[in-house]
């Protein structure tokens, strides 16, 4: 059975500051991974995604992950925060297995940005 | 991406009523699903609803208490039955447009069961 790790429940940055967000995923097979951001009272977007090909993926508002096979990881980074980015943030790996690609969420960082 | 349109957007509701949840989408997709996030807690997959059948749950969830209806490739609903208050959640619908990518999700619906 797949599942995430997100190890930290709450992080705080300064703005202006890099960020990084870290995901752990257990797959048997080459993941689909995802990054999704909820601000208060808010539905899940998209930030980006990992399917195959380049390691490196750029998503929306600035951000990247970096998904490195040998350590199960797939952490979410931005070089800059800013005051908007203060939300939680759901890391997902999914498995496309002709049923559509059910996901299975870590636990959140909620991630708070001091001004 | 589908724009996708939950109704209600949130609701207090007595405990031993049902609740339907809309789920609208302004294109077909492939693939629609339902999630429940609990108080503080992650998203947990209910189910997946399948046009034109019956849908298909995910382990702790029965379809007694979510039934599901999903009459095209563009609308579906979720019913939580007999509520307690152990049911106040978000619950939220995913869509995907083509199978195996991306999902979007609605706004959710903010649950209270009173």
């Known amino acids: 059975a797949q599942s995430v790790t997100q190890p930290d429940i709450h992080i705080t940055v300064s703005e202006g500051a890099s960020l990084e967000l870290r995901c752990n995923y257990s797959y048997g097979a080459t993941p689909y991974l995802f990054w999704y951001v909820q601000s208060p009272g808010q539905g899940l977007q998209l930030l980006l995604k990992y399917f195959s090909g380049d390691t490196l993926v750029q998503g929306i508002k600035g951000f990247e992950a970096e998904f490195k096979r040998s350590q199960s990881s797939f952490n979410l980074r931005k070089p800059s925060v800013h005051w908007s980015d203060a939300a939680e943030y759901f890391c997902?790996?999914?498995?496309?297995?002709?049923?559509?690609?059910?996901?299975?969420f870590g636990t959140g960082t909620q991630l708070k940005v001091e001004l | 991406s589908a724009v996708i349109s939950q109704k209600p957007s949130r609701d207090i509701c007595q405990r031993g009523t049902s609740l339907t949840i809309q789920c609208q989408v302004d294109?077909?997709?492939?693939?629609m699903f339902w999630y429940r996030q609990q108080p503080g807690q992650s998203l947990t997959l209910i189910a997946t609803?399948?046009?034109?059948?019956?849908?298909?749950?995910e382990s702790g969830f029965v379809i007694d208490k979510f039934p599901i209806s999903r009459p095209n490739l563009t609308f579906s609903t979720l019913t939580v039955s007999n509520m307690s208050p152990e049911d106040s959640s978000i619950y939220l619908c995913?869509?995907?447009?083509?199978?195996?990518?991306?999902?979007?999700f609605g706004q959710g619906t903010r649950l209270t069961v009173v």
């Open positions: 995913s869509v995907e447009e083509v199978k195996g990518t991306e999902a979007f």
């Open positions: 997902a790996v999914g498995a496309s297995t002709g049923g559509g690609n059910k996901l299975t």
């Open positions: 609803a399948n046009q034109g059948s019956e849908a298909t749950y």
């Open positions: 294109s077909q997709v492939t693939m």
